[in-house]
């Protein structure tokens, strides 16, 4: 296992259309997290999952996005209805859990432009 | 809530040379981890150094070493002998080990340039 991917690297949607990313974790980590990085800015938390389970949700999440990590494995991350304010880098990291929870490991990102 | 500040947007430094970046922090509790971060360009991000808060000694790796003040809530990163590779986006970042929120909080972000 080589780390954490993300697909795709590149997303340029059109505003109003929905825009699906996906992320694989390194395969023994059971904690997952989304970040969001706009430009000049570092990246801000969006949400995270222990396993399957989504356990905590940012007040940037709004309900436009919605995450998955259906079998605990590889997450999703969609949005629907986009904006032009959605124009994002969007980060996927993944951990151990308990006290090596801090430890995060990072994907590329998947950079979105909306038009 | 916990914050992350860094002061600088931009710093250079010459090949060869040392530089030292800048960060701050806010928080009320006693158990946490920080951390900086590099980001080169459309690269990855990834973890150059680690300090616990419980640790007096100050973390060092390599060229990279840092200057943790608990008490004034300070923590920077000093590059010694800087090389052309260090050049990419530097982010300080907080992760509260003591309780049940797992993310990470970042600075904004210091740029480091290295001139040949």
């Known amino acids: 296992d080589t780390g954490v991917s993300q697909d795709p690297r590149h997303k340029i949607t059109k505003r109003g259309q929905n825009v699906t990313f996906r992320c694989d974790p390194i395969?023994?980590?059971?904690?997952l997290y989304w970040y969001r990085q706009t430009l000049g800015q570092g990246p801000e938390f969006l949400t995270y999952?222990?396993?399957?389970?989504?356990?905590?949700k940012s007040r940037l999440l709004s309900d436009r996005f919605s995450a998955e990590r259906p079998k605990g494995s590889f997450s999703t991350l969609e949005i629907q209805r986009t904006e032009q304010g959605d124009s994002a880098m969007y980060l996927c990291a993944s951990s151990l859990g308990g006290r090596s929870s801090y430890e995060q490991y990072f994907g590329p990102g998947t950079r979105l432009t909306v038009t | 809530a916990q914050t992350v500040t860094q002061s600088q947007p931009e710093m250079s430094v010459q090949e060869a040379e040392t530089v030292t970046l800048s960060c701050t922090y806010d928080?009320?509790?006693?158990?946490?981890?920080l951390f900086w971060y590099k980001q080169p360009p459309s690269r990855q991000m990834i973890l150059v150094i680690r300090?616990?808060?419980?640790?007096?000694q100050n973390a060092t790796e390599n060229r990279f070493s840092v200057n943790f003040q608990k008490a004034a809530k300070s923590f920077s990163l000093k590059i010694s002998d800087s090389q052309l590779g260090d050049a990419a986006m530097y982010f300080c970042a907080y992760f509260d080990s003591g309780g049940s929120n797992y993310k990470l909080t970042f600075g904004k972000g210091t740029l480091l340039t290295v001139n040949p």
């Open positions: 300090q616990e808060a419980y640790k007096q």
């Open positions: 928080t009320s509790e006693s158990d946490y981890y």
């Open positions: 395969s023994e980590h059971n904690r």
């Open positions: 999952f222990q396993n399957e389970a989504q356990l905590e």
